[in-house]
């Protein structure tokens, strides 16, 4: 069974870093894109960026470019969505997701960050 | 890159037949698949179409999805309306550059 799980709530003060995860299983790591998806609250989806733990080819949304960081260790088949200063207005519920052919099949539980001083 | 449009809300009696529209905003509706993904209050959404008419396992055949080039918009379709159904739904493509676009999003409710 394919499974995404991402790692627990987040609470934390402005300027902050955070690095969260999401551990894929039941499926082959290396050979799906990863995407993030981010849903602040009470708004719709927005895409983040995806990269291919394959060789680790990561594409940013031009809206999240520069200010998130997208990795992924093969070795433990986990993705990472990492801030360096974290604002108030990154507050919001961050979803792990697997491409496939452009579609997400699988989704991720969802890690809500909040961003508060 | 492309903007996906959707109607903010819609509304409709259970039994009955609703369709949230999509639009793109430029390039060809018919270049890249849509997916529709359902989001129920408080859980991560789900696909109940993809490659623009496609239904997964499970998801019943209430739904349907399709395209139109003259209005350079896809819609989902709900049959039957069950208030199970109440839920947000998102129409989703992607571009050359495998960037994914995802419409604003439409709150159904069936009362």
């Known amino acids: 069974e394919v499974q995404l799980v991402q790692s627990g709530a987040e609470v934390k003060k402005p300027g902050e870093s955070l690095k969260i995860s999401c551990k894929g299983s039941g499926y082959s790591f290396t050979s799906y894109w990863i995407g993030w998806v981010r849903q602040m609250p009470g708004k719709g989806l927005e895409w983040m960026g995806i990269?291919?733990?394959?060789?680790?080819?990561?594409r940013y949304s031009p809206s999240f470019q520069g200010q998130v960081t997208i990795s992924a260790d093969k070795s433990i088949s986990t993705a990472y969505l990492q801030w360096s200063s974290l604002k108030a207005s990154d507050t919001a519920m961050y979803y792990c997701?697997?491409?496939?052919?452009?579609?997400?099949?699988?989704w991720g539980q969802g890690t809500l960050v909040t961003v508060s001083s | 890159n492309f903007m996906l449009t959707q109607p903010h809300s819609v509304s409709e009696s259970p039994g009955k037949t609703v369709t949230i529209s999509c639009t793109r905003s430029?390039?060809?509706?018919?270049?890249?698949?849509v997916q529709w993904y359902q989001q129920r209050p408080g859980s991560s959404p789900t696909t109940v179409i993809y490659?623009?008419?496609?239904?997964p396992s499970g998801v019943p055949d209430r739904f349907s999805g399709s395209i139109d080039s003259s209005s350079n918009s896809a819609s989902l379709t709900i049959s039957g309306l069950k208030t199970e159904d109440e839920a947000d739904y998102y129409c989703q493509s992607y571009d050359s550059s495998n960037s994914w676009v995802f419409g604003g999003g439409t709150k159904l409710t069936v009362l």
């Open positions: 997701v697997r491409n496939y052919d452009g579609r997400i099949d699988y």
């Open positions: 430029s390039g060809s509706i018919a270049s890249n698949y």
């Open positions: 990269i291919y733990p394959g060789d680790s080819d990561t």
């Open positions: 490659e623009d008419n496609q239904r």
